[in-house]
């Protein structure tokens, strides 16, 4: 029996998480927590936030011992866990919080850092514990405080967005606007033109099939002929003489070839559509009604400007009911991706090219065009003016009886309508009040900075400052909001009303546009970067009862984010219900005890104690520009913040230290893995000899992965394990089978201790080590260590990949070949991905022979030697991702396609390589020395040549007619690997036949 050693120590020491993840059930749960973050990660807006279930699990994996089932421990709750509690944990990159906040809430001790102050606000508001009564009494106040005008707050902002009822509201300016439509114009570059050129790209305002309940078949008591009755009355606007119907198919879905007519609710009659009788109808609620969709299109007239509706399908041709133009509703004046045609000279040209000509201070006009706007009396709420406080106002909804005939009302009350001289007239003024009180209200002055996201997104289109990205109604609105928000004395309430306001930016500037599909606001960073918008979509800044990315709403979801605080939940999926939330009784609270946020660059960290745990989730190359974007929301809050916190005296966010890859800045890739480099290393100093770091990062096709690994070997450490995590949506899960490469990978790594006891290790011997532990693995894999469930083959090889790599990286820097030079990593992890495939795939194994075959003729013999040609979008699917296409093509066995515009590889023919090969061998042939092949189980190689091109070089010899037998001499070590390798190849393409045949018939002999 072993005697209890240390070997035997560090084994019992292990954690879950270096032995297996609970893949397959935490990507289930992961992709629907990324659809709908929890509440405590949607009170700010923050960029690529990772799924909060994946790092509770790596918690959990890391602190637990191993054999620990995971999922278990996942619903458990570990409020008093020994295992947990008091655990210290650094996050170097914690961004939104996902670490600090999950670790909190195990009981650990958190030190969480980013260069980013935005970032660290977030995750402080995030964690600090508040009263939620104190929150809502904290927005009562904000709401009455009084304004320049001796309006409150709440009366000021919501004052500005009022417009008049189409239904029941002449005369009085009454109801809520929702949102402004606003169009940006070209000028015509043509200098006898310069007309103006509103950029639509089409003249629909929105669609929507709402569902209408209808008697079928109704018959007329005049003159007995049959209709449908539609007992609602679906309608997106509110005038009559402003709806058109398709003479065909307005009826509704599948009841197209229909008359149909409207029921008077409060005349309780209907006019026949034959007859044209006005028929009284007897009661329908008693009757049993069916329902059908009513396919309803808002279009806005290109010529008088009118806001009208049509009712069917919507033809290509339509005719405006008010000045009887027709026009095409699919066709504005964006022709495709950035160019304009003139509707005055026809003259087509790039918008971009229409901003040159302007003055360098000016933007492309902009005009409203459209209201959609929200009637509280049509919608049957009386009065209701807003939900908050709280929710008072969802009472009166939908129980008061109607006065009159109403077409909004089955619409919720909301309305869209064209723009008349008073909404312009209300906006003007908010225009005038914004120049004449500008200097007493705080709006970010500075200059928008020269950078790889601001230089073609903004100032390309001439934004010079951050103000110009809003129009001056909103700035007038934004500034009063936020100078009231600094009126509040208790700074921790006064910092979660300006998270409201943080998500608020996001829902409020000229970078926002309208998704008709949804009716809601398209927000700034749908994607990571600025991207300016021909079509505008303005929200009201405090918002009313439906109100969506409002303030109100948004404070409301900065209150469910702080009482996730106390009440945490998880998900959990059962077999036969679709999934549930497990409440927890764990808390959320960071203090000064458990929980130290810095705004610094790790790159210089330096902690008091050392580390257990390390986790965390660094930046990606130039994926996301974390500073560049968060400068948008920086401007602003610096304008509270700077007072208190230093982090926030900065006219913008740190640019220097970001580890990053941004050519503007003249950061390269090279930049960016140094400075990862660097904060491995302090990783590695501040982390107990017995901790552990875990990491998530992307992997994708390319070469970033590569250095990465490199970077921490370099920075001394080992890697464990690797576990994918699929990181977008069921469809990607999809792709996964394709063996489209592109997932987030979880990294298992620790502290490579005694490094002077290293020697060097042989390729051949760790090679075997390598083959031997994919072999192991894989049994342990398929005997269910992650579970039930069936793993699929790119996983698992992912997962033998990261086990596999645990042997390299442990002999990192000594493992040399037989001419004793250091393997680089490349080039053994080429070999690993080319083992593990060899182990993997059980499809048309090579012969036994071909076991140690190099990896370049791996590729060519099962991927390409039976095809012309490969997509080179589906190179990888083909090579299964075990080298990039460039290494194939620096081997001379593919070269890229002439044809199709370069889209394609080829695979190269042995003639064709014929007279490179001959150069190639006839210059190595004297100074080949034979023992130097196959020393110790060496790669089948001839000296450092691949197999291929012996392979290939024999066949050419073979199609030019000349003397094999003196190659076949010369290449007699590996003459059995030949043999085998021909018989392959030639039953694979039979066009290869000729050739092989001739040179086995001399190998034979
Ligand atoms: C991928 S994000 C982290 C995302 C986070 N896990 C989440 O779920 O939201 C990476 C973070 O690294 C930060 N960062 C970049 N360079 C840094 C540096 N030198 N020191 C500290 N943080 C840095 C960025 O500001 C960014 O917030
Ligand atoms: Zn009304
Ligand atoms: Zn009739
Ligand atoms: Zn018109
Ligand atoms: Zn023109
Ligand atoms: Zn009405």
Redesign the pocket.
């Known amino acids: 029996m072993k005697v209890r050693g240390t070997s035997l120590i560090m084994e019992n020491s292990k954690r879950a998480i270096e032995e297996s993840f609970p893949i397959v059930e935490i990507n289930r749960l992961a992709i629907p927590e990324r659809n709908a973050f929890k509440p405590i990660y949607q009170m700010h807006k923050?960029?690529?936030?990772?799924a909060s279930c994946v790092f509770r699990a790596i918690l959990l994996g890391a602190m637990k011992p191993a054999g620990t089932d995971i999922m278990d421990e996942f619903y458990k709750d570990h409020t008093h866990d020994p295992d947990t509690n008091g655990v210290r944990i650094l996050?170097?990159?914690?961004?939104?919080?996902?670490?600090v906040v999950e670790a909190l809430r195990l009981g650990c001790h958190v030190t969480g850092?980013?260069?980013?102050p935005v970032?660290w606000f977030i995750v402080k508001t995030e964690v600090e514990p508040v009263n939620i009564e104190d929150l809502k009494a904290a927005f009562k106040r904000l709401e009455k405080r009084p304004t320049s005008t001796g309006k409150t707050l709440k009366q000021e902002l919501l004052s500005h967005y009022k417009t008049e009822c189409p239904c029941c509201g002449a005369g009085r300016e009454e109801a809520d606007i929702i949102y402004t439509f606003w169009v940006k114009s070209a000028i015509c570059t043509i200098s006898t033109c310069r007309k103006p050129v509103p950029l639509f790209s089409d003249y629909i305002i929105a669609m929507k099939s709402p569902t209408v309940r209808y008697l079928p078949d109704y018959k007329c008591n005049s003159c007995s002929k049959e209709f449908d009755l539609d007992i609602g009355r679906a309608s997106l606007i509110s005038e009559e003489s402003l709806m058109v119907n398709n003479p065909r198919d307005a009826s509704g879905d599948r009841r197209s070839n229909k008359r149909w007519a409207r029921y008077n609710p409060i005349e309780k009659n209907a006019k026949c559509p034959w007859c044209s009788k006005t028929i009284m109808v007897g009661p329908v609620n008693t009757v049993k009604k069916e329902k059908k969709k009513v396919p309803l299109a808002v279009l806005l007239c290109p010529h008088c400007s009118s806001v009208w509706q049509y009712r069917g399908t919507l033809p290509d041709e339509a005719t405006c009911p008010v000045c009887s133009k027709s026009y095409s509703p699919h066709k504005g004046n964006i022709s495709e991706k950035g160019s304009f045609i003139c509707s005055s000279c026809g003259v087509k040209d790039k918008v971009i090219n229409s901003i040159r000509k302007l003055p360098e201070d000016q933007l492309l006009p902009t005009t409203p065009y459209a209201i959609e706007g929200y009637c509280p009396e049509c919608a049957g709420n009386g009065d209701d003016q807003s939900p908050l406080p709280w929710r008072e106002g969802m009472k009166g909804r939908g129980k008061k009886e109607f006065s009159h005939l109403c077409n909004i009302k089955d619409n919720n009350g909301k309305f869209f309508k064209k723009i008349t001289p008073s909404d312009l007239k209300r906006y003007q003024d908010a225009e005038k009040r914004w120049e004449k009180e500008n200097g007493d209200l705080p709006y970010p002055k500075s200059e928008i900075p020269i950078g790889e996201k601001t230089k073609s997104g903004l100032i390309a289109h001439h934004y010079k400052y951050w103000h110009q990205m809003f129009n001056p109604r909103q700035l007038l609105c934004l500034s009063t909001l936020l100078k009231a928000i600094g009126e509040e004395e208790d700074h921790i309430l006064k910092e979660m009303l300006l998270s409201g306001f943080f998500n608020l930016l996001n829902n409020m500037s000229d970078f926002c546009s309208y998704i008709w599909q949804r009716d809601c606001i398209r927000q700034i960073f749908a994607r990571h970067d600025f991207q300016p918008k021909s079509t505008i979509c303005e929200n009201s800044v405090w918002g009313t009862s439906i109100g969506m990315g409002t303030f109100s709403s948004l404070f409301e979801a900065v209150i469910d984010g702080k009482e996730f605080n106390f009440k945490p939940f998880d998900r959990k999926i059962f077999d036969d219900i679709k999934n549930k939330y497990i409440q927890s009784e764990e808390i959320i609270m960071g203090d000064k005890n458990n929980c130290s946020l810095q705004c610094?660059?790790?790159?210089n960290m330096n902690c008091s104690e050392k580390m257990s745990l390390i986790i965390?989730?660094?930046?990606?190359a130039g994926n996301?520009n974390?500073?560049e974007l968060?400068d948008f929301f920086y401007v602003w809050l610096r304008l509270i913040l700077s007072k208190n916190y230093p982090c926030f005296a900065p006219e913008i966010t740190p640019k220097a230290?970001?580890?990053?890859e941004n050519p503007t800045r003249g950061k390269s890739a090279t930049d960016y893995k140094n400075?990862l480099i660097e904060?491995w290393k302090r990783c590695n100093e501040n982390l107990a000899d017995d901790g552990l770091m875990v990491f998530?990062f992307h992997h994708s096709e390319g070469s970033a992965w590569e250095s990465l690994l490199e970077s921490l070997c370099n920075a001394g450490f080992v890697i464990e394990a690797i576990y994918p995590i699929h990181s977008e949506s069921e469809s990607s899960l999809h792709l996964m089978d394709k063996q489209a490469i592109s997932y987030d990978l979880i990294h298992v790594c620790k502290k490579k201790v005694n490094f002077s006891e290293e020697k060097q290790r042989s390729w051949a011997g760790v090679r075997q080590e390598i083959r031997r532990k994919a072999r192991e693995e894989i049994k342990v894999i398929e005997s269910g260590r992650y579970r039930k469930e069936k793993l699929s083959p790119p996983d698992v090889n992912i997962i033998l990949i990261g086990k596999c790599l645990e042997l390299y990286s442990r002999h990192y820097g000594q493992i040399v070949d037989y001419k004793g030079e250091v393997v680089p990593l490349q080039e053994a992890l080429t070999a690993i991905r080319m083992m593990v495939e060899q182990i993997v795939s059980a499809q048309r194994p090579l012969p036994s022979e071909l076991e140690h075959i190099d990896p370049i003729s791996y590729v060519y013999l099962t991927c390409l030697c039976d095809r012309k040609e490969i997509q080179s979008d589906e190179v990888h699917k083909t090579t299964r991702g075990i080298m990039e296409p460039e290494v194939l093509i620096k081997a001379g066995v593919i070269r890229k396609g002439r044809a199709k515009r370069g889209r394609t590889y080829e695979v190269k023919l042995p003639d064709e390589r014929y007279k490179e090969l001959q150069k190639l061998f006839l210059s190595t042939r004297k100074t080949i020395d034979q023992k130097f092949l196959f020393p110790e189980m060496e790669e089948a190689k001839f000296d450092r040549i691949p197999l291929v091109d012996a392979l290939h070089y024999l066949m050419g010899l073979a199609g030019a007619s000349e003397n094999i037998v003196p190659w076949l001499n010369e290449f007699r070590p590996i003459v059995p690997q030949i043999r085998v390798s021909l018989e392959y190849m030639r039953e694979k393409n039979p066009t290869f036949r000729e050739p092989i045949n001739k040179v086995l018939s001399l190998i034979e002999v």
């Open positions: 923050w960029f690529a936030r990772r996050d170097p990159f914690m961004g939104g919080g996902t670490t850092i980013d260069l980013n970032a610094s660059n790790s790159q965390t989730d660094p930046p990606y996301v974390y500073s968060a230290e970001e580890i990053i400075g904060v998530t």
